[in-house]
């Protein structure tokens, strides 16, 4: 059974930082892109980053661009988001996701195959 589990949200002020983590178990995401969405209460689940099977391209919302970075450790099938900065409009749960096949993954949620449950950020200004 493939899995993806969250880890590291919780509550925060304002300015503060967060490191999120992503395991995934039942198969390898080495050659999937990768990536991290979040849904704020009330709104559609939006996209906030992406980062290609190798590690080498990344793609960020502009809400979050210069705040946020995503990395990934194949080795260990992990994907991380450090979160910098965090400002209240970021509380939201935030979800990882692997391409739902390989090599493709984008900005779009249904370039995604398979998601976590998600982590809960919130942000207090």
């Known amino acids: 059974q493939v899995q993806l589990v969250e880890s590291g949200g919780g509550l925060v002020q304002a300015g503060g930082s967060l490191r999120l983590s992503c395991t995934a178990s039942?198969?390898?995401?080495?050659?999937?892109?990768m990536g991290w969405f979040r849904q704020a209460p009330g709104k559609e689940r939006e996209f906030v980053v992406v980062?290609?099977?190798?590690?080498?391209?990344?793609n960020y919302a502009d809400s979050v661009k210069g705040r946020f970075t995503i990395s990934r450790d194949n080795a260990k099938n992990a994907l991380y988001l450090q979160m910098n900065t965090l400002k209240p409009e970021d509380t939201a749960v935030y979800y990882c996701?692997?391409?739902?096949?390989?090599?493709?993954?984008?900005?779009?949620?249904?370039?995604?195959?398979?998601w976590g449950q998600g982590t809960q950020v919130t942000v207090s200004s």
């Open positions: 039942g198969r390898s995401f080495s050659n999937y892109g």
């Open positions: 996701a692997a391409g739902r096949a390989p090599f493709t993954a984008g900005t779009s949620a249904n370039t995604y195959g398979y």
């Open positions: 980062i290609s099977w190798s590690g080498g391209s990344t």
